[in-house]
């Protein structure tokens, strides 16, 4: 069973900086795609960045050159910078892992809840204000 626990988030203003952590563990030996998700209040949940084993990252338009994903060497530990925020990016950010099927986009999140094929933890609060 994998889990996942997220930490790092908190309130900053518009322009300032965080960074996201994510404790993964209970892979064995599948192959997931890894990656951060975020949901706003009223809001569908929306894919924010992936990486896959090989350490290939997929950005969503709206946070490329903004936001950096990475992990650790053990692959137990998963990462996302912040930088810029913006108001818009007030959201509760989770950490997700779906299974790897050649394909590893943050696309694939938001479809990861709708069919509960995949983990999430918790959700950490990010708040950005003007």
């Known amino acids: 069973q994998v889990q996942l626990v997220e930490s790092g988030g908190g309130s900053v203003q518009s322009g300032g900086s965080l960074r996201l952590s994510c404790a993964a563990s209970g892979y064995g030996d599948r192959e997931y795609c890894m990656g951060w998700f975020r949901r706003a209040p009223g809001k569908e949940p929306e894919g924010v960045a992936a990486i896959d084993s090989d350490g290939t990252a997929n950005y969503a338009i709206f946070v490329r050159g903004r936001f950096s994903i990475s992990q650790n060497n053990g692959k137990n530990a998963l990462y996302l910078h912040m930088n810029n925020l913006e108001p818009e990016d007030t959201a509760m950010y989770y950490c997700?892992?779906?299974?790897?099927?050649?394909?590893?986009?943050?696309?694939?999140?938001?479809?990861?809840?709708?069919?509960?094929?995949?983990?999430w933890g918790q959700g950490t609060q990010v708040t950005v204000s003007s």
């Open positions: 997700a892992a779906t299974p790897n099927y050649g394909l590893c986009e943050p696309g694939l999140f938001p479809i990861m809840v709708q069919t509960s094929h995949g983990y």
